[in-house]
């Protein structure tokens, strides 16, 4: 038999072993990645899962301080008991005070009540809502009954109104302003502001209700202008 025959055969047999060496190492490769794959999921997946849920929370919080509104003016009408919503308030203020409803956003409370209800939780949840929004410098103005406004006030809740309205403002509201012992204007009656005569708030109450500005507002420009929007 010719050499070049027994060459030709032993270059297709190593060929052939090389064949079966590549495919031996891919199908080992797979085996091996496969099984590091597994052994890093069954070792380290709680830490996996931690890493992406720290992630996840991340993203979601920088989405949603990229895209939330600014509120500019925080209301409480506690019991006020009006059939509009809160929502409608909000609505017609933002309208009328020209402000951007895209960047900017107004919370007009009215469904708080401190009496007038049976429940004494929704009471205290109530008063627990205005006790922490003011420590936490959230609120802006507050209405209530007469009795509970000037109990409040005994620790200064209310900011005194002339350091806010001019003299002519204040001499156009004299007969519904509610001065304190010691002089200050710490509020208004609601029966002189038209704005809540307009959405029946206090009306059970024939107007014996005063609304003001808190005295740590953070936003007392706007707190002064939704004042004069209602009178």
């Given at each position: 038999m010719p050499v070049h025959f027994f060459y030709m055969q032993d270059e297709m047999g190593q060929e052939s072993e090389r064949g079966y060496s590549r495919v031996f190492q891919r199908e080992?490769?797979?085996r091996g990645l496969?099984?590091?794959l597994e052994y890093f999921w069954m070792y380290y997946k709680f830490q996996?899962?931690?890493v992406l849920i720290v992630m996840f929370m991340a993203i979601y919080f920088l989405i949603s301080s990229l895209t939330q509104k600014e509120c500019v003016l925080s209301v409480m009408l506690i019991d006020?008991?009006?059939d509009v919503s809160s929502e409608q308030m909000e609505k017609e203020y933002m309208w009328a005070a020209g402000l951007d409803e895209k960047n900017c956003q107004v919370q007009i409370q009215n469904n708080l009540m401190f009496q007038g209800t049976d429940s004494g939780n929704y009471t205290m949840a109530s008063l627990s809502k205005f006790m922490t929004d003011i420590g936490?410098?959230?609120l802006d103005v507050c209405g209530m009954l007469e009795d509970d406004f000037l109990k409040y006030d005994k620790s200064g809740t209310y900011m005194?109104?002339?350091n806010c309205l001019t003299e002519e403002e204040l001499d156009e509201l004299k007969g519904n302003l509610c001065i304190a012992e010691d002089g200050?204007?710490?509020?208004?009656y609601t029966q002189g502001l038209s704005g809540l005569v307009a959405y029946g708030c206090y009306e059970l109450q024939n107007g014996r209700a005063i609304i003001g500005i808190i005295y740590n507002t953070p936003h007392e420009e706007e707190a002064v202008n939704y004042l004069r929007y209602l009178v």
């Open positions: 080992n490769g797979k496969k099984n590091d996996v899962i931690a006020c008991h009006t936490s410098q959230k005194d109104l002339r200050r204007v710490i509020g208004i």
